[in-house]
């Protein structure tokens, strides 16, 4: 029966992704998990896609959060939601995803009812198609792990393809997929809104380990996570979050030493790549992006109050 099984909330955050969130949903419906409510989160993106899920998703419901909150405030939105409902465990899905495994949440869930300490746990996800295995297990940000990392990957880059057909306890699962315990979230809090998007999947994974809870990579096979190819250069939006964030995480949980060096570290390699570009306007576009983000560094290391407008400045 239905009531037996435990409520599972799907949350799909927008921005201006109306018709990748369309094809989510449709492959959601193939889902049979009987206990299941999907929630479609917007992040005030004006596409028209509360008409569409009025005229073809009538049974979803829909949030609007009225700002662009980013992955954060908008998660949070729906968790919010979700727990106020009565939700059992939360699943976080990007929007431009698609079921391959109709079964994943059953089994996932399954799982999970017989490890009650599991409070974060993350599936097989596919890269742009189906067979092509996206590593979901990843290691938190930190100076040498850093530095480490880059010469080992280089060495031997499917040492770092943890994602596997065994189950793992992880230190971070990306944020793609994943099937959060509500207990665990009323525990530790739901998402750090300063964060915006970036390194709050390494946040809450680091908070949830702390308070005893684990973080497990399940090799359930799900979804093909259809991720676009670009947006991704040096001086992007995401590079400005990755780096960012992976200084305020840093003093968050008290490396603030390793964060100076992690922001300086950056800095120095970033202007040195503007130098190297042998195009002065290319250069003064690295300058410029250089300034933004030791204005954002200036202002977590010196511990200044931060507010909603420590939000992405682009």
């Known amino acids: 029966m239905t009531t037996n099984l435990p409520s599972v909330h799907v949350l799909i955050l927008n921005y201006r992704m109306r018709d990748q969130v369309r094809e989510c949903l ?19 993106s004006a596409d028209g896609i509360e008409h569409m899920l009025a005229e073809e998703f009538p049974h979803i419901v829909f949030l609007q959060t009225g700002a662009n909150l980013g992955y954060t405030g908008g998660n949070n939105a729906g968790i919010r939601h979700a727990i106020n409902a009565g939700a059992d465990y939360v699943l976080i899905l990007n929007p431009d995803t698609v079921v391959v495994n109709p079964n994943f949440i059953g089994e996932m869930v399954a799982h999970l009812e017989t490890q009650p300490r599991i409070g974060i746990a ?5 890269f742009r198609e189906a067979g092509q295995v996206q590593n979901t297990v990843l290691f938190a940000p930190g100076l ?17 393809q943890l994602s596997g057909n065994k ?10 997929c994943l099937l959060i315990r509500t207990e665990c979230l009323k525990q530790i809090g ?66 603030r030493s390793e964060a100076f060096g992690y922001a300086l570290l950056s800095l ?12 002065y306007s290319k250069a003064i576009h690295y300058l410029k992006f250089c300034r933004k983000l030791a204005a954002s560094y200036r202002q977590i290391l010196l511990q200044r109050p931060l507010d909603q407008s420590f939000g992405p400045p682009f």
């Not at 993350?122 to 596919?126: A, L, N, Q, R």
């Not at 990957?153 to 770092?160: C, D, I, Q």
């Open 26 to 44: 449709l492959s959601l419906a193939a889902v049979p998990y009987p206990n299941l409510t999907t929630i479609v989160i917007d992040n005030n």
């Open 268 to 279: 120095l390699l970033l202007s040195a790549r503007g130098a190297t570009t042998f195009s």
């Open 144 to 160: 040498w792990r850093n530095l480490t990392n880059w010469f080992a990957y280089r060495w031997n880059p499917g040492s770092f």
């Open 122 to 126: 993350g599936p097989t996800v596919f």
């Open 167 to 176: 189950e793992v306890e992880a230190e971070v699962l990306n944020g793609v």
């Open 190 to 255: 739901f998402f750090d809104e300063l964060i915006f998007m970036y390194i709050e999947d390494a946040d809450l994974d680091y908070r949830a380990r702390q308070a005893g809870w684990n973080v497990r990579y399940l090799p359930i096979e799900s979804i093909v996570h259809r991720q676009k190819s670009e947006g991704y250069d040096m001086t992007s939006l995401v590079s400005f979050l990755l780096r960012r964030n992976s200084v305020y995480y840093l003093c968050k949980i008290g490396k």
